[in-house]
């Protein structure tokens, strides 16, 4: 394998399979999911979640590509015809110039303004590094947001301590969120799309199992620009946080619901 030796910043996603032949290989994330293609699958049940309701203290950091938020292990997700229980590791955002078309996966070519993605590792390993070395050790749950007239008052602080990071490897610690609080009502959650992708950055290692929920989640424009006012290393405005849907070469995109 090439090493990365320069960061996804300096050379685009499309020179990426420069820096790791994987990011050419054919069951690339993200994808845009055709919905009259996808197959009904019943074994795609609701999650069953754990600690996501508890409230938690998080780190969070400018990283130079996109804002992270770190969330206690002791959380999990299984069902969902997920192969095992799956640990919450870290979740983080794409997306694109002040409030316009940010997501990385696509319904029907449509992209929304921004997704948000909470990863997440089987629970035996210890490490993301670890995980990814094994198919389907890695399980990312997206989730899309939508421009809503009104600002969501659930995510006021998260948007708050965006101001603490606009400069690279800045980091501010953020008590008292909750990943439910994020999410959509557990009821929103039953219908979403299944299949096998890979990371969406560098080094796009494949075996990752994708979740991708239909119901977004409502921020207000104001809300979505202020995730603009990070920057990049160089100093310039952290826009276009998104890799462009990759070929899905005809593999399947499973559905939940009835
Ligand atoms: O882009 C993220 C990357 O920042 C890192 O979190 C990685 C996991 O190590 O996951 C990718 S993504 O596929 O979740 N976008
Ligand atoms: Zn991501």
Redesign the pocket.
């Known amino acids: 394998q090439t090493q990365v030796t320069c960061d996804s910043q300096c050379k685009g996603p499309d020179s990426w399979h420069e820096l790791n032949g994987d990011c050419k290989k054919n069951r690339q ?1 993200p994808i845009n999911i055709v919905t009259r293609k996808t197959i009904l699958d019943h074994k795609l049940t609701p999650f069953i979640f754990s600690g996501y309701q508890e409230a938690f203290s998080s780190t969070m950091k400018n ?1 130079g ?2 804002v ?1 938020a770190t969330v206690p292990q002791s959380f999990t997700v299984r069902g969902g015809n997920l192969e095992s229980t799956y640990k919450a ?2 979740f ?1 955002f ?1 997306w694109g110039v002040n409030g316009s078309a940010g997501s ?1 996966h696509t319904i029907d070519g449509e992209q929304y303004p921004m997704e948000m ?1 909470i ?1 997440h590792m089987k629970e035996e390993f210890d490490s ?1 590094k670890n995980a ?1 070395m094994v198919k389907h050790g ?1 399980a ?1 749950l997206g989730f899309f947001y939508e421009k809503s007239n009104s600002a969501n008052s659930k995510y006021g602080k998260l948007i708050e301590a965006l101001t603490k990071l606009e400069s690279t490897d800045a980091t501010t610690m953020l008590s008292g969120l909750s990943l439910s609080n994020l999410l959509p009502s557990e009821e929103n959650m039953t219908n979403y799309y299944r299949y096998e992708g ?4 560098p080094n796009c290692t494949e075996g ?1 199992v994708w979740t991708v929920f239909e119901h977004p989640i409502p921020l207000s424009n104001e809300q979505l620009v202020a995730f603009t006012s990070l920057k990049f290393k160089d100093g310039k405005p952290m826009i276009k946080t998104f ?1 462009p849907v990759q070929p899905n070469h005809g593999y399947p995109v499973y559905r939940s619901g009835c």
């Open positions: 994330s990283n590509h996109t992270t590791v870290q983080h794409h990385e993605h990863v993301l990814l890695v990312v890979s990371l969406t950055t990752v890799r």
